[in-house]
């Protein structure tokens, strides 16, 4: 997996902005972002939070924790498994919670596309 650093330098590449103009943006030298992306430095939760936010992807993207970069595709699949295993908010579904996990994953899927057909 990738580290803090090389992800920021890759999507700071991916904006086109170089180091000055990047640091800029939040009011850095560009030797706290050479140093963030070279990992010689750490940044604060607070400015991955910021970081994470500027460039709309995952605090677990940014981090290299997993390569989901939009924090709605993970919050999505979350929502959706909880909604799937709570079946007093889906009163549609009768027997709901006797479905099995390929059932439930096919009404996912379901919902997925039905949101991609929808944008």
């Known amino acids: 997996m990738a580290t803090f650093g090389e992800r920021l330098r890759s999507l700071r590449i991916e904006k086109d902005l170089n180091q000055e103009d990047f640091g800029k943006t939040f009011n850095m ?3 706290r972002i050479s140093q963030y992306e070279t990992n010689k430095r750490q940044a604060d939760d607070e400015t991955k939070k910021i970081f994470a ?3 709309k992807v995952s605090l677990d993207y940014l981090m290299g924790r997993n390569d989901i970069r939009k ?4 919050s999505l699949d979350k929502e959706l498994q909880q909604l799937l295993n709570d079946p007093d908010t889906l009163v549609a579904f ?3 919670h006797n479905l099995s996990d390929m059932d439930k994953q096919e009404i996912i899927n379901f919902i997925k ?3 991609q057909q929808n944008k």
């Open 29 to 31: 030298p560009k030797s």
């Open 53 to 55: 936010d500027y460039f």
């Open 71 to 74: 924090p709605e595709a993970l």
């Open 94 to 96: 009768k027997d709901f």
């Open 113 to 115: 596309f039905k949101k």
